[in-house]
Nanobody, 126 residues
Framework: QVQVEESGGGLVEPGASLRLSCTLS????????TAWFRQAPGKEREVVTA????????YYADSVKGRFTLSKDNAKNSVYLQMNSLKPDDTAVYYC???????????????????WGQGTQVTVSS
């Protein structure tokens, strides 16, 4: 059974940076597709970034392109979301998700991911 655990959220001012971590247990991260989703109060969940690590390219939502970067560390069985130039609109609960057997066209579909973390709050405010 794969388990997903996020960490790294917090309260920061606009323009600051944060790095979120997502560690998998029960499976090698490189064998999965992983994604970061976020959900702001009163809004629907949206995908921030996603990638099938065995092949394919990284997807980024238009709202975060050039500011957020997805990376992976096989030795730590973890993926990371580096968030720079944070804006108040980035305020949300961020969730890490992992899934196997995903095709590229389903990377943005939350229903395609079987394993989810509990979420970590990111608040951007002055």
């Amino acid at each position: 059974q794969v388990q997903v655990e996020e960490s790294g959220g917090g309260l920061v001012e606009p323009g600051a940076s944060l790095r979120l971590s997502c560690t998998l247990s029960g499976g090698a991260v490189g064998n999965y597709a992983t994604a970061w989703f976020r959900q702001a109060p009163g809004k629907e969940r949206e995908v921030v970034t996603a990638r099938r690590w065995m092949f394919g390219t990284t997807y980024y939502a238009d709202s975060v392109k050039g500011r957020f970067t997805l990376s992976k560390d096989n030795a730590k069985n973890s993926v990371y979301l580096q968030m720079n130039s944070l804006k108040p609109d980035d305020t949300a609960v961020y969730y890490c998700a992992a899934g196997s057997g995903l095709i590229q066209s389903r990377l943005r579909d939350g229903a395609a991911y079987a394993y989810w973390g509990q979420g970590t709050q990111v608040t951007v405010s002055s």
